[in-house]
């Protein structure tokens, strides 16, 4: 079964900085796409970025300059660097990726809490 395994989420402070990194089975490289997404309280869950094999990155609304998306072919692995956070930006943080099977994967998410 494939899995991806997305890791660092946890607690920071406004105007703080965290990477979050998504683990990726190397069966599935090269990557067509790879995006993270995420899910606040209430709310539905929403693009924050994503990353093509054909394109520049595109990223949700107002987080383009504070989040970077980036992958590591070596390492087989999708990061989201955060910076400047806000206590809008809590949430869950899903890795998805779309493999090089055509098919989309998704993990399990990662909890972002930033305090105020």
Known sequence: QVRLVESGGGLVQTGGSLTLSCAVPGSLFPLTAAEWNRQSPGNQRELVA???????PVYGDSLKGRFTISVDNAKNVVYLKMTSVKPEDTGVYYCAVYGSDRRYYWGRGTLVTVSS
């Not at 994503?50 to 520049?56: E, I, L, N, Y």
């Open 50 to 56: 994503k990353s093509t094999s054909d394109g520049p």
